[in-house]
């Protein structure tokens, strides 16, 4: 009779709660609001994302498969005035010897369906993805990316600095909550997984991004 081996079966992490991926996202969406600034603490890039305009325009037409011609044309309907883009301006823009004003961004977004932001930044929402980093201390970009990273650095330090570093942290939390050890045997190894679970999805949705 044959015999084979059984395979381990491998530990599902659970899904992440409705309380845990809430707990997760919420002081990123509370400093949505607040801006990252750049060295001069001004402005909101430290690069000039507009040079690339051009390369975007191309891409999104390339995308929806139009020649120059034919977005000349659809901008025109667009065009309350009937006036447009011609090809040649057009293809100014791609090659970015000339950049679009108001009026010309409005027409190529209405008729790529493509946002503002998109077209200047290269992103959908500059603003809510550049604050992430600052509330971060830079560390990361997300709770789920700095916890991983506070993890592995409690992991290269000697096994009593560790220790001296999670009781300072415990100390701390016990004061500000009632039975906070009891909380912990019950909720750290789930929390652990859940953790897990949400930043497979960041990594994830990373790597979708670096590819388009």
Do not use: W
């Amino acid at each position: 009779m044959a015999t084979g081996k059984k395979k381990k079966a491998q530990a599902v992490a659970p899904a992440p709660s409705l309380e845990m991926q809430d707990l997760l996202r919420r002081d990123t969406r509370e400093f949505d609001r607040s801006l990252n600034f750049s060295e001069s603490g001004v402005g909101l890039s430290t690069d000039e994302p507009e040079n690339d305009l051009g390369r975007r325009l191309e891409h999104q037409r390339r995308a929806q498969s139009l020649t120059q011609e034919q977005l000349a044309d659809l901008t025109k309907l667009a065009d309350v005035a009937g006036k447009g883009l011609s090809r040649g301006v057009i293809s100014l823009y791609e090659l970015g010897i000339n950049r679009p004003g108001i009026k010309e961004v409005r027409l190529l977004c209405e008729v790529l369906r493509v946002s503002p932001s998109y077209l200047i930044y290269g992103e959908e929402m500059p603003f809510q993805e550049k604050s992430r980093g600052l509330h971060f201390g830079g560390i990361a970009d997300n709770q789920a990316e700095f916890l991983a990273k506070a993890t592995y650095c409690l992991s290269r330090l000697d096994p009593e600095q560790s220790i001296v570093l999670v009781q300072m942290m415990m100390g701390m939390l016990r004061s500000e909550s009632k039975g906070f050890d009891k909380i912990m045997e019950f909720r750290a190894s789930r929390m652990f997984f859940e953790i897990a679970n949400n930043l497979q999805e960041i990594l994830e949705e990373k790597a979708a991004k670096k590819k388009t």
